[in-house]
């Protein structure tokens, strides 16, 4: 397995990644097209504040974590976290080693802070990101609303020394 930083070859390997994955960012879309998906790597691939790292298995994309920062002087310090992984692999060694990439990202590219939010029931992966430093730093009640019930929304976050 390899990791590396996405290229616009890619969009449709990823395309497909991501209508095809669970994810609590952008992914699990149905409806994505590869235009869409041109426009948001376009996007990425334009701003040093963003990274989305893609884990390679036999020339297919078997999962991906993005980072999205902004250039704002009060928020720029910090990133958004998402990660999607397919099912048919080892969801947290690929997690683990996107996520340890992405940690290296963050401090090579003046990022101080990551961040994200999931779903309280994913509790395999809310471990694999305390496994790998990140602290909850706190949840809102009811605040998704997923398969027909009302679920807690846990916030995460680790600082990048």
């Known amino acids: 397995m390899e990791i590396r930083s ?7 390997n990823f395309t497909n990644l991501l209508v095809s994955v669970d994810t609590y960012g952008f992914g699990g879309e149905a409806g994505r097209s590869i235009s869409s998906t041109e426009n948001l790597l376009s996007d990425v691939l334009q701003d040093a504040k963003k990274q989305i790292l893609v884990a390679i298995d036999e ?7 993005s980072l999205f920062g902004n250039h704002s002087d009060m928020t720029g310090h910090r990133a958004h976290v998402s990660l999607g992984i397919i099912k ?4 947290d060694k690929v997690g683990r080693d996107l996520l340890n990439a992405g ?8 990022i101080y802070r990551l961040e994200l939010s999931l779903p309280v029931s994913i509790t395999g992966l809310i471990e694999l990101y305390k496994n790998l430093g990140f602290l909850v730093e706190g949840e809102r009640i009811d605040s998704l609303y997923i398969n027909g019930e ?5 916030y995460l976050y680790r600082l990048i020394n």
Not at 6 to 12: C, G, L, Q, T
Not at 103 to 110: F, L, T, V, Y
């Open 150 to 154: 009302y679920q807690n929304e846990l």
């Open 6 to 12: 996405i290229v616009m070859k890619d969009v449709e």
């Open 59 to 65: 020339d297919q994309i078997i999962g991906y974590l």
């Open 88 to 91: 048919a692999v080892d969801q």
């Open 103 to 110: 940690i290296q990202w963050a401090g090579d590219n003046g």
